[in-house]
């Protein structure tokens, strides 16, 4: 978890999006636009409340589809050294 305090430094978090490639999966480019983007988590900021959202396009094209999804994964914590992601 986070020092009581909360962190000692600012965090920034890379997110890149990516397809799952499986039937009735979201496609970029046609279903949401492929992105890299990042949130920083600033120093000072705690576990309990201090949150970072990161917006995605979703391409709206007007033909009726089931529920999809794609991949959001976290491609690069900097610092390395300062961050733990996991359980």
Same mark, same amino acid.
């Given at each position: 978890?986070?020092?009581?305090?909360?962190? /000692?430094?600012? @965090?920034?978090?890379?997110? =890149?999006? $990516?397809?799952?490639?499986?039937?009735? %999966?979201?496609?970029?480019?046609? +279903?949401?636009?492929?992105?890299?983007?990042?949130?920083?988590?600033?120093? /000072?900021?705690? @576990?309990?409340?201090?949150? =970072?959202? $990161?917006?995605?396009?979703?391409?709206? %094209?007007?033909?009726?589809?089931? +529920?999809?999804?794609?991949?959001?994964?976290?491609?690069?914590?900097?610092?390395?050294?300062?961050?733990?992601?996991?359980?």
């Amino acid at each position: 978890g986070l020092p009581a305090g909360g962190l /000692g430094c600012d @965090i920034i978090v890379e997110l =890149q999006t $990516a397809d799952v490639g499986g039937t009735n %999966d979201a496609t970029s480019g046609s +279903d949401y636009t492929l992105s890299v983007t990042s949130v920083t988590f600033l120093s /000072g900021m705690t @576990i309990n409340g201090d949150t =970072q959202c $990161a917006e995605i396009q979703i391409v709206d %094209d007007d033909i009726y589809e089931e +529920d999809e999804v794609f991949l959001v994964s976290i491609s690069t914590v900097t610092p390395s050294s300062a961050a733990m992601i996991g359980t």
